[in-house]
């Protein structure tokens, strides 16, 4: 099981405010993801990194940008936050070629 | 197209009552196919994955089975219990084997 760590947990930002999500993982994980969810809805990703100065775009259109500049961190920033960007947002990290994820507790972001 | 479908949407149940949890996915080359249960305020928590050589997965109360004809693949709890009350999500990899795609979630509730 993976160690894998979010901050913050609960942010209020106002409009066009700039904000960066931190992620961590402790396990040494080459892949990792960043995916949108509204409370108990589905999941939807949004970046992913197979490893260092990797990134990729995921299905759902996102404004936001990612960052990969060592294994065990993966921020996410949106450079102007919109009240459009509220939601939750969850990071999850896993192992090359086996497809298991493993979740972050998650940040939950509400633009006003 | 991808798309993992997942029935049903909520599912209400008794303690000690049994709960299937039924997903169906569209890509014939799927491989992997995981169960996760997301508590409130927490992230999703991987429970039990089966892969396609296998018919039958099973941990305790849970299991899960899969008919790679049909392309189905379910989720069982038998004895449940109140803890087992959460959101429950199936899923199975894309096309392009990047990424994980989603069900849109089970809501159980057990009550005592």
């Known amino acids: 099981e993976a160690d894998i760590y979010q901050t913050p947990r609960y942010l209020v930002i106002g409009t066009g405010k700039k904000i960066t999500l931190e992620c961590s993982q402790t396990m040494g994980h080459d892949k990792m993801y960043w995916y949108q969810q509204d409370p108990g809805m589905e999941l939807h990703l949004i970046h992913y990194?197979?490893?260092?100065?990797?990134?990729e775009k995921g299905d759902l259109s996102s404004e936001s940008t990612v960052s990969r500049i060592r294994t065990e961190h993966f921020p996410l920033t949106l450079e102007s936050a919109r009240p459009s960007h509220t939601s939750q947002y969850l990071c999850?990290?896993?192992?090359?070629?086996?497809?298991?994820?493993?979740f972050g507790p998650g940040t939950r972001l509400t633009v006003t | 197209g991808e798309n993992v479908e997942q029935h049903p949407s909520t599912l209400s149940v008794q303690e000690g009552d049994s709960a299937v949890i039924k997903c169906t996915y569209s890509d014939s080359a799927s491989n992997y196919f995981p169960w996760y249960k997301q508590e409130l305020g927490k992230g999703p928590q991987l429970i039990i994955d089966?892969?396609?050589?296998?018919g039958e997965k099973k941990d305790q109360r849970i299991a899960v089975t899969l008919n790679k004809t049909a392309k189905h693949f379910s989720l069982h709890i038998t004895e449940t219990q109140p803890e087992d009350s959460a959101v429950y999500f199936c899923a199975a990899p894309n096309q392009a084997g990047t990424a994980l795609i989603f069900g849109k979630g089970t809501t159980l509730s057990v009550s005592s």
């Open positions: 990194s197979y490893g260092v100065n990797s990134t």
């Open positions: 089966i892969r396609s050589n296998v």
């Open positions: 999850a990290s896993g192992t090359g070629g086996l497809y298991e994820q493993y």
